[in-house]
């Protein structure tokens, strides 16, 4: 009896305690799988803070999960009557037992209120995300984040003050407007190029200057125009009467010798770390062509930083007692045994005087930097505001640093031939935002009075725009 009960009875005992240690094993897996994953729920946060959506406006969600990573996320836009628009959303699957592994996910959206039916006025954005965590049942379907937004569909508005312009190709012009308060960025447009409106600080809140150039070498189709975009990307480009004047410029052929090659080339691809070719040619190329693209980034660059204020005592002062050597946009075609081997465009004035001589401001301005560039040699660059700056080249030595405030016709260093040079000369630059320009507009009292210093003064007298939102 005792046997066939203990038969029976042992198999249960052992059934029981295999069950008790299951359920413990159970236990302890799970519970460590929930400690695994996290308990906390996915998290969301914007990368940028967003108060305002227009016809552009990028938002940016960052979203986070535990160890078992995201399972879904929803992105949405509410309109004022309640409804809902869906700005983004995606599953993720699990992948494997243990969940998507996907930690974090970024989310950039270019939002068009237009495009979505978000009407102007008060709207909120709301993201939801839910993980694959064990206990993601137990959170409940609420928003991780409600951003209360307000949606602008306006562009800025903009007025063009003053009567018709004109502007050289090559040349320079200077264009004063009125924007709304709420623009962040405005100025002139010229093809690809933005020659970003300042605020001078004795004009009104409102007013904006702008100098541009249309280049010596843009389509011939290009007509400046002028911009604005507020901070929800809402853009608008107006017209204003201009007319782009043709103009044509000298080409010249400039034989390119051994010698040259030997003495100037070389020596200053040594002179800038540069690999030096064996080929005459190669190493003529590497400097004249490449040296000289590096040299135009970096001169762009230099002047990237302008003052608000344009420092203008009148015309630029021409560098006195010098021979015109090259002028502005001349195309030279550089012959070596009788082969055209290179094209550029000369973008300044030679002028040539005695050897070492002081070099003078050509105006009243803030030394922006004073160094060694390249193709340019010794240069000293300096900023006269609104992003007008002009540039002395070749100098044998400089004499004034950056930061230096310095008086039209003040010596800044002497001329030489350091650089891309066949001799001692001064090579003078004039450019607005960073694109060279013809420097003889500037040396004209008459121009720069005309196009420059009177559009200016009016601009002080000019009526303030109404306040955004009294005539929309
Ligand atoms: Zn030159």
Redesign the pocket.
């Known amino acids: 009896m005792r046997d066939s009960f203990g038969r029976r009875e042992r198999p249960r005992r052992l059934g029981r305690r295999l069950l008790l240690w299951v359920i413990l094993l159970a236990v302890v897996l799970g519970g460590g799988w929930i400690l695994w994953s996290g308990t906390g729920g996915p998290t969301a946060r914007l990368a940028r803070p967003i108060d305002v959506v227009g016809q552009a406006t990028p938002l940016e969600v960052s979203l986070g999960a535990g160890r078992a990573g995201l399972a879904s996320y929803e992105i949405m836009a509410r309109r004022p009557d309640g409804s809902l628009v869906l700005l983004a959303e995606e599953q993720i699957a699990q992948d494997g037992m243990l969940g998507s592994g996907v930690a974090v996910r970024t989310v950039r959206l270019d939002l068009d209120a237009k495009a979505l039916g978000l009407p102007e006025g008060p709207g909120e954005i709301q993201v939801y995300a839910t993980d694959h965590a064990p206990t993601a049942f137990l959170h409940p379907r609420e928003p991780l984040l409600q951003i209360p937004i307000r949606v602008d569909l306006s562009p800025p508005r903009i007025r063009v003050l003053g009567a018709q312009h004109y502007v050289s190709r090559g040349g320079s012009d200077l264009v004063v407007y009125e924007v709304d308060q709420d623009a962040a960025t405005s100025g002139v447009e010229v093809a690809d190029l933005h020659f970003e409106g300042q605020r001078p600080p004795h004009l009104p809140e409102n007013i904006r200057v702008a100098l541009y150039t249309v280049p010596h070498d843009a389509e011939s189709a290009v007509v400046p125009k002028v911009s604005a975009v507020d901070a929800a990307g809402n853009r608008r480009v107006v017209s204003f009467p201009v007319e782009v004047r043709a103009k044509t410029f000298p080409s010249e052929e400039i034989a390119v010798g051994d010698g040259f090659i030997d003495g100037t080339v070389r020596p200053l691809l040594e002179a800038n770390d540069k690999p030096v070719p064996d080929d005459a040619v190669e190493a003529f190329l590497a400097v004249n062509s490449v040296m000289r693209r590096a040299s135009e980034r970096l001169l762009k660059d230099l002047t990237a930083e302008s003052r608000p204020h344009l420092s203008l005592s009148g015309a630029f002062r021409q560098q006195p007692g010098t021979k015109v050597g ?1 002028r502005f946009a001349e195309r030279r075609s550089y012959v070596y045994d009788d082969q055209v081997i290179d094209h550029q465009y ?1 973008l ?1 004035y ?1 002028l040539a005087s005695v050897k070492q001589t002081p070099i003078l401001a050509a105006q009243t301005g803030t030394v922006a930097a004073a160094v060694d560039l390249g193709i340019y040699g010794n240069v000293v660059l300096i900023d006269h505001g609104l992003g007008l700056s002009s540039l002395y080249a070749h100098l044998s030595s400089t004499s004034v640093e950056a930061g230096d405030a310095v008086e039209v016709g003040q010596p800044v260093g002497r001329s030489g031939q350091t650089g891309l040079a066949s001799g001692d000369h001064l ?1 003078f630059s004039v450019l607005v935002g960073g694109e060279h320009v013809d420097p003889i507009e500037w040396w004209d009292p008459r121009w720069v009075r005309l196009r420059i210093q009177e559009p200016l003064s009016e601009a002080g007298q000019s009526d303030a725009l109404p306040q955004p939102g009294s005539t929309r």
């Open positions: 090259s000369h300044g030679d090579h």
